[in-house]
């Protein structure tokens, strides 16, 4: 036989699709069922312990509606002149009363008012109300309805009453 018929030969047997077969997979597992059995009954015992360890997290929810802004004559001056006004409004960095209360909201002002009322520099023990200020925004979420223009605050806290 030539040197050439063998690695025919040999390549015409590897011609399947390269997928494995169906006894094969199933061999492979009966053989290690012990060992897969105590793996997942492993991950089990700690994706429940580590569940037990992490505190709870409560989140407060509630929604504002904004009250409804008179139009002023300026602003109905713009609105008179139709396509015009948008970008006039674009242009003057006017806002939706949702956005103009979430930012009121996000301010230094009220933050500082928050961190007072429910002592917070004594809960998330700092030093400086500038640290306790970061702590805070990354604890509260403000968002607005795109149709509704409901503002929706949600605070995330350890605590339920707080």
Not at 102 to 128: C, H, P, Q
């Amino acid at each position: 036989m030539s040197k050439r018929s063998v690695v025919q030969d040999e390549l015409d047997e590897d011609d399947d699709d390269g997928g494995v077969e169906f006894g094969t997979v199933t061999h492979a597992l009966g053989t290690h069922k012990r060992l897969i059995g105590v793996l997942a009954l492993v991950g089990g015992l700690i994706g429940l312990g580590v569940g037990f360890l992490v505190p709870p997290t409560f989140t407060a929810r509630t929604l504002i509606m904004p009250p409804q802004q008179n139009q002023t004559s300026a602003a109905s001056a713009l609105g008179a002149l139709g396509g015009l006004a948008g970008l006039a409004g674009g242009l003057g960095g006017m806002r939706s009363p949702a956005e103009q209360y979430i930012s009121l909201m996000g301010s230094a002002t009220v933050t500082d008012k928050m961190i007072d009322r429910f002592k917070l520099m004594a809960v998330y023990d700092n030093e400086y109300r500038s640290d306790t200020r970061k702590k805070l925004a990354t604890m509260v979420l403000f968002t607005t309805g795109k149709k509704d223009s409901l503002i929706t605050i949600e605070v995330d806290d350890k605590d339920p009453k707080r």
